[in-house]
């Protein structure tokens, strides 16, 4: 029984982190129905996305003195349009990612807690497809970049005023393999 | 009626299942002219152990439509001869008295009549002679009341049907679906990740719904009898807004595969993606209008987020709001002629109500954050979400703002209602 019981998770674990990259491709849909175990080639796809990130890379993305420390974009109410103040974060990160192929990053896309959940998933995804866009346009390949919106369903501040909402009005560069 | 079984699904292994809080009820506001009733205690009552006639009485005060009169303390049996003068200087316009029989098997025989005072007539010359199980009596409560609630206001009562809504505790998210009056509430999904946009098939069978399980938005659609559940739409991207055909066949959803979020259509079993508009912006929650003719959505193509339709099988686009910068979430009322939506207006997001030939709107509650309106089978009421105390509640509103409910669980966000079809 807990054999089987861990074997369910392991595989139910190794699914999610399966279903999680989805970069590049046709992105067919998948329906699995009702049987939600993966079948083994799903399992085989188990290996952990592969960091282009050198030792030196991951010194200046962690050094807080570095600007590549700085991974968020922030945005005002119902838009995203990358304010002039913000557009620095995106350069340095541009300029980074342009020279390394193999590096890859989500770009994710959040928004405040007020007005409607659909609509905030909406727009948290376009303010992470104006990131990749910026991204792009300095030199990074549109496969080195995944946008995804989680809306308005993870606030980084809890608070229901300006000061946290102006904080989870944002679209985060998250590298892969950091 | 159908069970709904718990499922555990992938990535939920860890998260166990738990008792579910049950909503509670409060009224908030009444109409003005209600329908004096009396329903007495039937004879036999006391033989049941559970609840009968006060589960009836809560379903029609609940309503707002009736005002509920003392009926005495002495049963009052199917067959009693009423003394209709006497219940006239109380100047009561409905009684329903009724009885309850053993039968073999620890079934029960519900046996009840409504009474015309005024007319000294019978409306209900035998309502619902019913056999059921002590289980099932919750339920015979609920036909009874709509069929009471149906004869003296001309409408289908919706006390039989059920709500789904998204429970949300630390560190959790249960899907639940609980009979309309928030009794007997089950989890069909429980997961560590949002869960949103939960929408009822047209025959009551089935919920899509968007989960970020494998984190990020996925649709699936989930059978409630079975527990078993697929994916409709997992393409790059963000899948979400999951909107059901009026024929149950295919789903309107956002997809932002192409770009940014646009409007397809699938099959419910996720095959067949066919664009339906394009936008340079956003285009999201897609919603049918019940004769299948058209899609409500809301799209800022015109630089702020405003709610359009464009026919069913693609075509041009027609603004239908105007008034502000922002007005999201249509829903189309059961008889297509109104839709509610989300107005912000001086920094508030409220129910709003628009008369679809007039387009005259009107504003229904006084809140500050509501979202998700829903519109009961009857278009009566709708249910939506809102805050109170810093804790996301639902509240219901009848169409004309007059009957108002808070429905909220202790200790819990409740947030995502969508109210079921009528029950066949």
């Known amino acids: 029984m807990i054999t089987y019981f861990s074997r369910t998770f392991l595989a139910a674990s190794v699914c999610v982190i ?119 346009l300095l030199g990074s390949a549109s496969d080195q970049i995944e946008p995804v919106s989680f809306g308005s369903e993870k606030p980084l501040a809890a608070g229901h005023d300006e000061t946290s909402w102006s904080k989870n009005r944002r679209a985060d560069i998250v590298y892969l393999g950091e | 009626m159908t069970r709904i079984r718990f499922l555990a699904t992938l990535a939920l292994a860890a998260v166990s299942a738990s008792a579910s809080a049950q909503l509670s009820v409060e009224i908030t506001g009444a109409g003005a002219n209600r329908i004096p009733i009396a329903i007495a205690n039937f004879e036999g009552e006391r033989i049941v152990s559970q609840a009968l006639v006060s589960v009836v009485r809560a379903d029609l005060e609940r309503s707002g439509v009736f005002r509920l009169i003392e009926p005495g303390a002495a049963p009052l049996g199917e067959t009693v001869a009423l003394n209709y003068g006497d219940w006239r200087s109380r100047t009561v316009d409905g009684v329903v008295v009724g009885s309850v029989l053993p039968l073999a098997e620890g079934r029960y025989d519900t046996r009840f009549r409504l009474h015309d005072v005024p007319k000294q007539a019978l409306l209900v010359a035998q309502g619902l002679a019913h056999a059921s199980t002590p289980y099932q009596l919750r339920a015979t409560a609920h036909r009874m009341a709509d069929t009471i609630y149906e004869k003296l206001t001309g409408e289908p009562g919706v006390f039989s049907t059920r709500i789904a809504y998204v429970v949300k505790s630390t560190g959790r998210y249960e899907l639940q679906i609980a009979d309309a009056d928030g009794a007997n509430p089950q989890a069909a999904l429980a997961s560590r990740e949002p869960i949103i946009s939960p929408t009822w098939s047209p025959d009551g069978n089935k919920l899509a719904y968007v989960s970020f399980e494998a984190k990020k938005p996925v649709v699936w659609v989930h059978d409630l009898a079975s527990g078993r559940r697929h994916v409709a739409a997992n393409f790059k991207g963000s899948n979400s807004a999951p909107a059901w055909s009026p024929d149950g066949k295919a789903l309107a959803v956002v997809l932002t595969k192409d770009g940014s979020s646009q409007i397809y259509t699938v099959r419910v079993d996720g095959s067949g993606a066919t664009r339906l508009a394009s936008s340079p912006g956003i285009d999201t929650e897609p919603r049918y209008s019940p004769d299948g003719a058209w899609i409500y959505f809301t799209s800022d193509r015109g630089g702020s987020p405003q709610i359009y339709r464009i026919p069913a099988s693609g075509g041009a686009a027609e603004r239908i709001t105007f008034n502000g910068s922002y007005n999201v979430t249509p829903r189309p009322s059961p008889d297509g002629k109104s839709l509610a939506f989300i107005s912000r207006e001086g920094g508030r997001f409220q129910l709003t109500l628009m008369d679809l030939s007039s387009r005259q709107t009107q504003i229904l509650t006084d809140s500050v954050k509501d979202e998700s309106p829903s519109f009961a089978p009857n278009g009566r009421m709708i249910l939506y979400a809102s805050e109170s105390g810093g804790r996301g509640v639902l509240a219901a509103v009848s169409s004309d703002g007059s009957v108002k409910q808070r429905l909220s669980i202790q200790a819990a966000d409740v947030r995502e209602p969508a109210w079921g079809p009528f029950v066949k």
Not at chain 1, 21 to 39: R, V, Y
Not at chain 1, 89 to 116: C, M, N, P, Y
Request: aromatic share 6%; charged share 25%; with cysteine.
């Open chain 1, 18 to 136: 399966a279903a999680c990259s989805t970069t590049g491709g046709g992105g067919e849909s998948e329906a699995p129905k009702g049987n939600l175990t993966p079948a083994p080639d799903q399992v085989r796809t188990i290996v952990a996305p592969e960091t282009g990130l050198s030792k030196a890379d991951l010194f200046a993305l962690r050094d807080p003195a570095s600007p590549l420390s700085k991974r968020s974009i922030y945005f005002d109410f119902d838009s995203y349009v990358i304010k002039p103040e913000q557009r620095l974060v995106v350069q340095t990160h541009g300029k980074f990612l342009a020279g390394k192929r193999g590096v890859k990053v989500v770009i994710q896309g959040h928004a405040d807690e007020r007005g409607s959940r659909e609509y905030n998933l909406a727009l948290g995804q376009r303010r992470a497809e104006v990131v990749k866009q910026t991204l792009t």
